[in-house]
């Protein structure tokens, strides 16, 4: 289904609020590695937020979303303080891990290796 205008709206609104949110409370640095909001989509109603993270170079993603979802309460509370006169309800937090890094890595590596292989037949 489509996105209507409002909720790419409450999304864009969202996505630069929570930059500046995890900036602010640190949670873009994990654990020597680094965490950013990939995407932000938000339900027809407005009234749940999918939070999209990339982790790079974090040991273990998971804890770190697991991290973050420890924080949600104070994230809640943080946007609530930004956006009160903007949106009638703030939207339910649901953070998720956004893969689509890993599988560009692991696709770079399966074209390097046919690639190669291919350079080897051709010799």
Do not use: C
């Amino acid at each position: 289904m489509q996105e209507g205008k409002r909720q790419k709206q409450v999304a864009g609104l969202l996505y630069e609020e929570f930059n500046e949110i995890f900036q602010r409370l640190g949670l873009n640095m994990l654990e020597g590695g680094m965490v950013s909001i990939s995407s932000v989509k938000i339900t027809p109603d407005l009234l749940e937020a999918r939070i999209y993270l990339s982790f790079f170079q974090v040991k273990d993603p998971k804890e770190g979303l697991k991290k973050i979802e420890d924080k949600a309460w104070e994230i809640k509370k943080e946007l609530t303080a930004r956006v009160k006169r903007q949106l009638r309800r703030i939207p339910e937090l649901k953070f998720f891990i956004d893969d689509t890094l890993e599988h560009v890595f692991k696709m770079e590596e399966l074209f390097k290796k046919i690639n190669e292989e291919r350079d080897e037949k051709n010799k």
